[in-house]
């Protein structure tokens, strides 16, 4: 998978098959099961960490999490997040995703719209893909009164929507849009030209992500309404995978059961 092939996805309407993974094993499994694209998320905060959010994972943590899912891929695009408070302003912004890219990451994640103008625009001066997050921003979850649906009035439905064209025309390659509602996902999915990849978003995103602790049982805290369990119905981590990569693209994932 590469750049080429996100945009070329989109075109096609084939959809974009995304999981978070954090250490090699994972990533070799959902390398061969032909998840497309691998996200090193900074859920690990949660998922590996057992913080309460993801305001504590550090750049280092990225690092050497990063460091060990790329040893796993042979096919998938590796995608890693900038952590909390590693994007402040520009110059920070691109040392830290050199940081990423020198040790293997494909492109890198972080959350937020127009008031990261800057840092957008040094990371495509500089020829670093970068992907979106709008929508729920989990690292602003205390601004954000908790994890809520975003985009549900009028006025921060707009924001999203000219977000969303900023990103774009300052050259993101694709955008993850978390937790709205999924007539707003499909509307920003059909005005902008990169790929959106939704987590609780709806099925019409271009491509879904999930985080793999969620979508395969392990972790039993709280579950958003969008999270699926396909461990539950499938009888090895293999086939759950491969349940979840058939039920992205057949757009038989996420079904109302799964969306806002
Ligand atoms: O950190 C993460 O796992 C993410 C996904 C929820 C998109 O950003």
Redesign the pocket.
Known sequence: MNLADLQSFKKKGEKITCL?AYDASFAKLFDACGVDVI?V???LGNVIQGGEN?LGVSMEDMLYHTQAVVKGIKEALLIA?MPYQSYTHAEKTLENAQRLMSVGAQMV?FEGGAEHEASFKILQANNIPVCG?LGLQ?QSVIEMGGYKVQGRDDSSAQRILADAKFLESWGVETL?L?CVPAELAKKVSQSINIPTIG?GAGVDCDGQ?L?SYDMLGINTGYLPKFVKNFLSEHSSIESAVKGYIYSVKSQTFPNDEYSY
């Open positions: 978070t996200l998320g900074d859920s993801t997040d994640k997050h989990p993850v978390e987590i992500v985080v």
